[in-house]
């Protein structure tokens, strides 16, 4: 019984340490998210906001060929920003999948260190 007994205790604190190291990884992303989408908006719509500018003044720009192809770059700068605020966006969908991650490998923990602790209590005499 003392081989198994110490084997479970090793594995028991092993899961509960892993539970603190992912708890400690855990805690902040929930800020972080709500940071990375709020910047990925403001970006999206600045870029929306500067294309639709863009459309808007293009007719004025077409008599001469000097101001259109200057104004152009206002087209390519919107389209910097959109391309930014969607990677932004995918960004904190990734970090949200990751804390999702965390949840389900902690929740499976819990149900191991519970099997476990119970597996070992039916050797305790």
Request: glycine share 8%; aromatic share 10%; no cysteine.
């Amino acid at each position: 019984m003392g081989g198994y007994a110490d084997a479970a205790s090793a594995y028991i604190n092993a899961m509960a340490d892993l539970l603190t190291e992912i708890a400690k990884y855990q805690s902040g992303l929930p800020d972080i998210i709500g940071d990375v989408e709020k910047r990925a908006v403001a970006l999206t719509r600045a870029g929306n906001e500067l294309m639709e500018t863009y459309f808007k003044v293009a007719p004025l720009t077409m008599v001469s060929p000097l101001s259109y192809y200057q104004w152009l770059d206002v087209h390519n700068v919107a389209g910097v920003f959109q391309t930014l605020g969607g990677n932004m966006g995918g960004f904190a969908g990734e970090i949200s999948e990751r804390a999702r991650a965390y949840d389900r490998m902690a929740e499976s923990l819990n149900k191991e260190l519970l099997n476990v602790s119970e597996q070992l209590n039916q050797y305790v005499p």
